[in-house]
Antibody, heavy 125, light 107 residues
Framework: EVQLLESGGGLVQPGGSLRLSCAAS????????MSWVRQAPGKGLEWVSL????????YYADSVKGRFTISRDNSKNTLYLQMNSLRAEDTAVYYC??????????????????WGQGTLVTVSS | DIQMTQSPSSLSASVGDRVTITCRAS??????SNWYQQKPGTAPKLLIY???SLQSGVPSRFSGSGSGTDFTLTISSLQPEDFATYYC?????????FGLGTKVEIK
C-alpha cells in the first residue's frame, strides 16, 4: 500500500525557516518524481515544486523560487522541502504527492496519483 | 503559465441530480487534464486522469471528457458522499496549474 506521511510543519515567524519531510512507503521511491502542493486556509490548490526520481532535476513555482529547495534522499525514501525567508502568504497545508507517468491511448501522460495527509505551516509573528 | 478557468465556483444540487463542472485552459493542453475531489480536512483524491480515464476504484458515475482547451467532469447521479470540492489540474507543462475549484453543496 502506497503511503506518504508529511511532517515538520508548525508556527514560524516571518523571515524564518522550516524543513518539511515526506516519508514514503509501499513503492520504489526512486522510480517516481515527487511534488509539493500547498493549500492556503480556505483556498485552492497550488503546485509548489517537483523533483525527478534521481533528484537531478528540480522545478519551482515562481512564488517560491529562490526561497524554497526541494530535495530527496532515496536511501531513506524521504522527500524534503527546505523553506527559507518565509512570508505570511506561505501559510498553508503542504501536501507531498507522487507523480505517475503512464501511457494512455498511446500518449505518455502525467498526474498526481497519491497524496499525503498534509502538514500545516503557519507563518505569523 | 497555463490558466485553468473552472466553473461554476459553487453549485447546489440534490441527490440523484446530474452535475457538470467545466474547466477551460488558456491554451491547448491536449488531454493533459485531471480531476480531483477534496473533502474538508482531507487530501485531494484522484478521480479522472488524461481527460477521460477513470481512476481505479472510483465509481462509474464519474466521467470526464474533452481535449484541447475544454474539459468536463460529470457526475451522472449525485450521491450523498459526492458533496465535496472538485479541482481540475493541467499536467501539460510546468508549472502545473489547478482550477480554483467547484464546491458541490446539498440543495
Amino acid at each position: 500500500e502506497v503511503q506518504l506521511l508529511e511532517s515538520g510543519g508548525g508556527l514560524v515567524q516571518p523571515g524564518g525557516s522550516l524543513r518539511l519531510s515526506c516519508a514514503a512507503s509501499g513503492f520504489t521511491f526512486s522510480s517516481y518524481a515527487m511534488s509539493w502542493v500547498r493549500q492556503a486556509p480556505g483556498k485552492g490548490l497550488e503546485w509548489v515544486s517537483l523533483i525527478s526520481g534521481s533528484g537531478g532535476s528540480t522545478y519551482y513555482a515562481d512564488s517560491v523560487k529562490g526561497r524554497f529547495t526541494i530535495s530527496r534522499d532515496n536511501s531513506k525514501n524521504t522527500l524534503y522541502l527546505q523553506m527559507n525567508s518565509l512570508r505570511a502568504e506561505d501559510t498553508a497545508v503542504y501536501y507531498c504527492a507522487r507523480r505517475l507517468i503512464t501511457m494512455v491511448r498511446g500518449v505518455e501522460t502525467y498526474y498526481f496519483d497519491y497524496w499525503g495527509q498534509g502538514t500545516l505551516v503557519t507563518v505569523s509573528s | 503559465d497555463i490558466q485553468m478557468t473552472q466553473s461554476p465556483s459553487s453549485l447546489s444540487a440534490s441527490v440523484g441530480d446530474r452535475v457538470t463542472i467545466t474547466c477551460r485552459a488558456s491554451q491547448s493542453i491536449s488531454t493533459y487534464s485531471n480531476w480531483y475531489q477534496q473533502k474538508p480536512g482531507t487530501a485531494p483524491k484522484l478521480l479522472i486522469y488524461a481527460a477521460s480515464s477513470l481512476q481505479s476504484g472510483v465509481p462509474s458515475r464519474f466521467s470526464g471528457s474533452g481535449s484541447g482547451t475544454d474539459f468536463t467532469l460529470t457526475i451522472s447521479s449525485l450521491q450523498p458522499e459526492d458533496f465535496a470540492t472538485y479541482y481540475c489540474l493541467q499536467s501539460y507543462s510546468t508549472p502545473w496549474t489547478f482550477g480554483l475549484g467547484t464546491k458541490v453543496e446539498i440543495k
